[in-house]
């Protein structure tokens, strides 16, 4: 597997199998993305996105079909002429004796996925659970209780043999996550459900909803719209 980090804290993987190579991620601004890849794998190359954000969407144009999860479909850049290939829970990109295969994780958006290398205990995480801070104040809003169940069926993933998370932006972290991360997650996300979370302060740059504020749970943290909360007590 390839890391490859772009200029702006952007990360894509490159996952070459015997027949395939897939290519997790596009970054936000990298000239002739397609030719750079070819430079380092001359099998036929995939490209999935995690989700359609510009970050992660961004250089898709560079190549004539990508792979994504239709509830993004909303956020994709609209001038994209290639071919848009829709995934879905347990679909498998068979690359040759590696299988990357999908799991929706909504949240930061409707259509984040990870893509899960079970044999080597590998997942691939994009945004869906942010590089030590995750953003879900942004439109279209998900239910809190979305992101906890996502961080859920990541921790039973966890259970099941993956040891090891890559984000999407692993520039900030500069190693992968482990089960601790998720569940610090998963936790300070019902904290907040259940209006038991520490103190929430507002949160610089101000993007998404108009008043975004955070809270942090040891290595977590989340940012979130407190006017979209749907807390249980409410
Ligand atoms: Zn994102
Ligand atoms: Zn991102």
């Not at 750079?36 to 996105?49: E, Y």
């Not at 970050?55 to 004539?64: L, R, S």
């Not at 990109?93 to 990357?100: C, S, T």
């Not at 997942?123 to 809003?141: E, R, T």
């Amino acid at each position: 597997m390839f890391i490859l980090e772009g200029s702006d804290n952007t990360t894509m993987y490159l996952v070459e199998g015997t027949e395939k190579a897939l290519l997790i991620d596009t970054g936000t601004r990298i000239k002739n993305l397609d030719t750079f890849v070819s430079q380092i794998t001359k099998k036929p190359v995939m490209v999935v996105i995690t989700h359609a954000h510009g970050d992660h969407a961004g250089n898709i144009k560079y190549f004539p079909e990508i792979w994504m999860h239709p509830a993004d479909t909303v956020l994709l850049p609209k001038e994209y002429k290639g071919k848009i290939n829709f995934v879905n829970e347990g679909d498998i990109f068979d690359l040759g004796e590696i299988q990357i295969e999908v799991s929706h994780m909504p949240g930061h958006t409707p259509g984040s996925i990870v893509l899960l290398d079970r044999k080597a205990g590998v997942c691939y995480s994009g945004d869906a659970f942010g590089a030590n801070h995750v953003w879900l104040q942004l439109k279209p809003l998900s239910p809190m209780q979305t992101y906890v169940n996502s961080c859920q069926k990541m921790e039973k993933l966890m259970d099941g043999g993956i040891t090891k998370v890559y984000c999407g932006h692993y520039v900030y972290v500069k190693k992968p996550y482990d089960k601790s991360y998720i569940t610090a997650m998963r936790e300070l996300g019902e904290d907040i459900i259940n209006n038991t979370a520490p103190e929430a302060k507002p949160y610089s740059p101000k993007r998404g909803c108009a008043n975004p504020m955070f809270v942090t749970n040891g290595p977590a943290t989340i940012v979130f719209d407190p006017d979209h909360l749907n807390r249980k007590k409410e």
